[in-house]
Protein backbone atom coordinates (compact mmCIF):
# COMPACT_ATOMS: atom_id res chain seq x y z
CA UNK A 1 0.00 0.00 0.00
CA UNK A 2 1.47 3.15 -0.70
CA UNK A 3 2.11 5.78 2.26
CA UNK A 4 3.80 9.09 2.65
CA UNK A 5 7.62 8.89 3.51
CA UNK A 6 9.32 11.04 5.80
CA UNK A 7 13.30 11.57 6.54
CA UNK A 8 14.94 12.17 8.69
CA UNK A 9 13.15 10.15 11.80
CA UNK A 10 14.88 12.40 14.18
CA UNK A 11 16.66 15.93 13.62
CA UNK A 12 18.79 17.57 16.09
CA UNK A 13 20.45 21.24 15.30
CA UNK A 14 21.72 23.87 16.97
CA UNK A 15 19.36 27.46 17.33
CA UNK A 16 19.51 30.07 14.49
CA UNK A 17 20.68 26.97 11.92
CA UNK A 18 18.90 26.06 9.25
CA UNK A 19 17.07 22.55 8.85
CA UNK A 20 15.28 20.93 5.49
CA UNK A 21 12.85 18.20 6.74
CA UNK A 22 12.01 16.06 3.62
CA UNK A 23 8.91 14.40 2.51
CA UNK A 24 7.92 12.40 -0.72
CA UNK A 25 3.82 11.68 -1.27
CA UNK A 26 2.33 9.20 -2.23
CA UNK A 27 2.78 9.72 -5.92
CA UNK A 28 -0.70 10.26 -7.70
CA UNK A 29 -1.48 13.04 -5.14
CA UNK A 30 -2.04 16.81 -5.72
CA UNK A 31 -2.33 18.70 -2.44
CA UNK A 32 0.47 18.84 -0.07
CA UNK A 33 0.73 19.68 3.81
CA UNK A 34 2.82 20.13 6.33
CA UNK A 35 1.46 20.08 10.17
CA UNK A 36 3.30 20.22 13.41
CA UNK A 37 2.42 19.02 16.89
CA UNK A 38 4.60 20.10 19.82
CA UNK A 39 4.86 17.45 22.28
CA UNK A 40 1.17 16.87 24.19
CA UNK A 41 -0.78 19.11 22.33
CA UNK A 42 -3.08 18.24 19.10
CA UNK A 43 -1.93 18.73 15.51
CA UNK A 44 -1.81 21.89 13.88
CA UNK A 45 -1.97 23.23 10.37
CA UNK A 46 1.36 24.99 9.08
CA UNK A 47 0.66 25.30 5.19
CA UNK A 48 -0.86 23.50 2.02
CA UNK A 49 0.24 23.51 -1.41
CA UNK A 50 -0.88 22.93 -4.73
CA UNK A 51 0.27 23.11 -8.37
CA UNK A 52 3.13 24.01 -7.56
CA UNK A 53 2.29 27.00 -4.99
CA UNK A 54 1.07 27.49 -1.59
CA UNK A 55 -2.61 27.74 -1.36
CA UNK A 56 -2.80 28.04 2.02
CA UNK A 57 -0.53 28.70 4.87
CA UNK A 58 -1.39 29.36 9.11
CA UNK A 59 0.08 32.38 11.22
CA UNK A 60 2.70 29.82 12.43
CA UNK A 61 4.38 29.94 8.97
CA UNK A 62 6.28 33.06 9.40
CA UNK A 63 9.27 34.16 6.98
CA UNK A 64 11.21 31.57 8.15
CA UNK A 65 9.13 28.80 6.95
CA UNK A 66 9.26 27.88 3.44
CA UNK A 67 8.17 24.83 1.10
CA UNK A 68 9.13 23.60 -2.24
CA UNK A 69 8.72 20.71 -4.69
CA UNK A 70 12.03 20.60 -6.46
CA UNK A 71 10.83 17.92 -8.20
CA UNK A 72 8.04 15.10 -8.96
CA UNK A 73 8.35 13.26 -5.88
CA UNK A 74 9.68 15.52 -3.19
CA UNK A 75 7.98 18.04 -0.90
CA UNK A 76 10.53 19.75 1.93
CA UNK A 77 10.06 22.62 4.73
CA UNK A 78 12.59 25.01 5.10
CA UNK A 79 13.04 26.26 8.24
CA UNK A 80 15.64 29.21 7.94
CA UNK A 81 16.95 29.60 11.51
CA UNK A 82 15.32 27.56 14.18
CA UNK A 83 14.18 28.66 17.38
CA UNK A 84 13.22 26.50 20.64
CA UNK A 85 10.08 26.55 19.95
CA UNK A 86 10.35 24.84 16.46
CA UNK A 87 11.02 21.97 18.78
CA UNK A 88 8.26 19.45 17.51
CA UNK A 89 7.11 16.39 15.33
CA UNK A 90 6.69 17.58 12.06
CA UNK A 91 4.24 15.58 10.02
CA UNK A 92 3.83 15.83 5.50
CA UNK A 93 0.32 14.68 4.59
CA UNK A 94 -0.98 14.40 0.96
CA UNK A 95 -4.61 13.90 -0.68
CA UNK A 96 -5.55 12.67 -3.65
CA UNK A 97 -8.08 14.98 -5.55
CA UNK A 98 -11.54 12.99 -4.71
CA UNK A 99 -13.44 11.97 -7.75
CA UNK A 100 -15.79 14.64 -6.37
CA UNK A 101 -14.04 17.31 -6.22
CA UNK A 102 -15.01 17.23 -2.68
CA UNK A 103 -12.35 16.63 0.42
CA UNK A 104 -11.10 13.29 0.64
CA UNK A 105 -8.77 11.50 3.46
CA UNK A 106 -5.31 13.23 4.33
CA UNK A 107 -2.40 10.33 4.38
CA UNK A 108 0.35 11.21 6.78
CA UNK A 109 3.71 10.44 6.95
CA UNK A 110 5.27 9.17 10.42
CA UNK A 111 6.69 12.81 11.24
CA UNK A 112 10.51 13.57 11.58
CA UNK A 113 11.21 14.61 15.01
CA UNK A 114 12.67 18.06 15.56
CA UNK A 115 14.60 18.90 18.78
CA UNK A 116 16.45 22.59 18.71
CA UNK A 117 18.74 23.11 21.36
CA UNK B 1 -11.54 31.38 16.38
CA UNK B 2 -13.12 28.68 14.99
CA UNK B 3 -12.20 25.22 16.58
CA UNK B 4 -12.48 21.60 17.27
CA UNK B 5 -12.06 20.07 20.73
CA UNK B 6 -12.56 17.35 22.70
CA UNK B 7 -14.52 16.01 26.08
CA UNK B 8 -12.79 13.70 27.66
CA UNK B 9 -8.84 13.69 27.79
CA UNK B 10 -8.64 10.63 28.69
CA UNK B 11 -10.41 6.94 28.78
CA UNK B 12 -9.67 3.43 30.54
CA UNK B 13 -11.91 0.79 28.42
CA UNK B 14 -11.15 -2.86 29.87
CA UNK B 15 -10.81 -5.19 26.89
CA UNK B 16 -13.99 -6.39 24.92
CA UNK B 17 -15.85 -3.52 26.07
CA UNK B 18 -17.35 -0.58 23.66
CA UNK B 19 -15.37 2.65 23.87
CA UNK B 20 -16.92 5.87 22.72
CA UNK B 21 -15.12 8.98 22.27
CA UNK B 22 -16.71 12.51 21.95
CA UNK B 23 -15.56 16.03 20.31
CA UNK B 24 -17.65 18.77 19.71
CA UNK B 25 -16.83 21.62 17.03
CA UNK B 26 -17.55 25.22 16.73
CA UNK B 27 -17.57 25.73 12.62
CA UNK B 28 -21.13 25.27 11.33
CA UNK B 29 -19.86 25.33 8.02
CA UNK B 30 -17.72 22.23 8.55
CA UNK B 31 -18.42 19.56 6.07
CA UNK B 32 -15.94 16.71 6.31
CA UNK B 33 -15.07 15.03 9.81
CA UNK B 34 -12.25 12.85 10.13
CA UNK B 35 -11.19 10.20 13.12
CA UNK B 36 -7.52 9.27 13.29
CA UNK B 37 -5.73 7.29 15.50
CA UNK B 38 -2.00 8.12 16.80
CA UNK B 39 0.46 5.77 18.26
CA UNK B 40 3.24 7.01 19.96
CA UNK B 41 5.96 8.07 18.45
CA UNK B 42 3.88 7.65 14.69
CA UNK B 43 2.10 9.85 12.49
CA UNK B 44 -1.78 10.20 12.21
CA UNK B 45 -3.67 7.21 10.81
CA UNK B 46 -7.02 7.43 8.68
CA UNK B 47 -9.68 5.83 11.06
CA UNK B 48 -12.99 6.54 9.23
CA UNK B 49 -14.43 9.77 7.63
CA UNK B 50 -18.39 11.58 7.61
CA UNK B 51 -19.36 14.07 5.24
CA UNK B 52 -22.25 16.29 6.43
CA UNK B 53 -24.71 15.14 4.71
CA UNK B 54 -24.53 11.74 6.61
CA UNK B 55 -25.28 11.22 10.62
CA UNK B 56 -23.67 7.44 10.86
CA UNK B 57 -21.02 5.68 8.99
CA UNK B 58 -20.01 2.64 9.58
CA UNK B 59 -16.30 0.67 9.28
CA UNK B 60 -14.92 -2.42 10.67
CA UNK B 61 -15.36 -2.71 14.46
CA UNK B 62 -16.17 1.68 13.87
CA UNK B 63 -18.66 3.82 13.60
CA UNK B 64 -18.73 7.58 13.88
CA UNK B 65 -22.28 9.29 14.66
CA UNK B 66 -22.89 13.13 13.41
CA UNK B 67 -25.01 15.35 15.39
CA UNK B 68 -24.90 18.64 13.27
CA UNK B 69 -28.12 20.12 15.50
CA UNK B 70 -25.31 20.28 18.99
CA UNK B 71 -21.76 19.96 16.50
CA UNK B 72 -21.20 17.17 17.86
CA UNK B 73 -19.17 14.30 16.51
CA UNK B 74 -18.40 10.51 18.49
CA UNK B 75 -15.97 7.68 17.26
CA UNK B 76 -17.35 4.10 18.94
CA UNK B 77 -15.14 1.15 18.53
CA UNK B 78 -16.40 -1.91 19.26
CA UNK B 79 -14.93 -4.65 21.62
CA UNK B 80 -11.98 -2.91 22.31
CA UNK B 81 -8.85 -4.46 22.21
CA UNK B 82 -4.72 -3.72 23.11
CA UNK B 83 -4.23 -2.79 19.97
CA UNK B 84 -6.92 0.38 19.89
CA UNK B 85 -4.69 1.68 23.04
CA UNK B 86 -3.55 5.24 21.32
CA UNK B 87 -4.42 8.68 21.05
CA UNK B 88 -7.86 9.32 19.20
CA UNK B 89 -8.04 13.27 17.07
CA UNK B 90 -11.13 14.05 15.31
CA UNK B 91 -10.46 16.76 12.76
CA UNK B 92 -12.78 18.76 10.08
CA UNK B 93 -12.36 20.93 6.98
CA UNK B 94 -15.08 22.80 5.04
CA UNK B 95 -15.14 20.05 2.64
CA UNK B 96 -13.39 21.53 0.28
CA UNK B 97 -10.99 19.86 -1.66
CA UNK B 98 -7.74 20.55 -0.67
CA UNK B 99 -8.44 22.42 2.64
CA UNK B 100 -6.84 21.86 5.52
CA UNK B 101 -7.41 20.07 8.99
CA UNK B 102 -8.48 21.10 12.02
CA UNK B 103 -7.83 19.24 14.90
CA UNK B 104 -9.09 18.37 18.07
CA UNK B 105 -6.95 17.94 21.05
CA UNK B 106 -7.11 14.03 21.42
CA UNK B 107 -8.31 11.48 23.77
CA UNK B 108 -6.07 9.09 24.70
CA UNK B 109 -7.45 5.29 25.18
CA UNK B 110 -6.09 3.04 27.36
CA UNK B 111 -7.21 -0.65 27.22
CA UNK B 112 -7.26 -3.05 29.99
CA UNK B 113 -6.69 -6.25 29.76
Known amino acids: EPEVTQTPSHQVTQMGQEVILRCVPISNHLYFYWYRQILGQKVEFLVS????????KSEIFDDQFSVERPDGSNFTLKIRSTKLEDSAMYFC???????????????FGPGTRLTVL | GESVGLHLPTLSVQEGDNSIINCAYS??????FIWYKQESGKGPQFIIDIRSNMDKRQGQRVTVLLNKTVKHLSLQIAATQPGDSAVYFCAENSGAAGNKLTFGGGTRVLVKP
Open chain 1, 93 to 107: ASVKRGTSGGATEQF
Open chain 2, 27 to 32: NSASDY
Open chain 1, 49 to 56: FYNNEISE
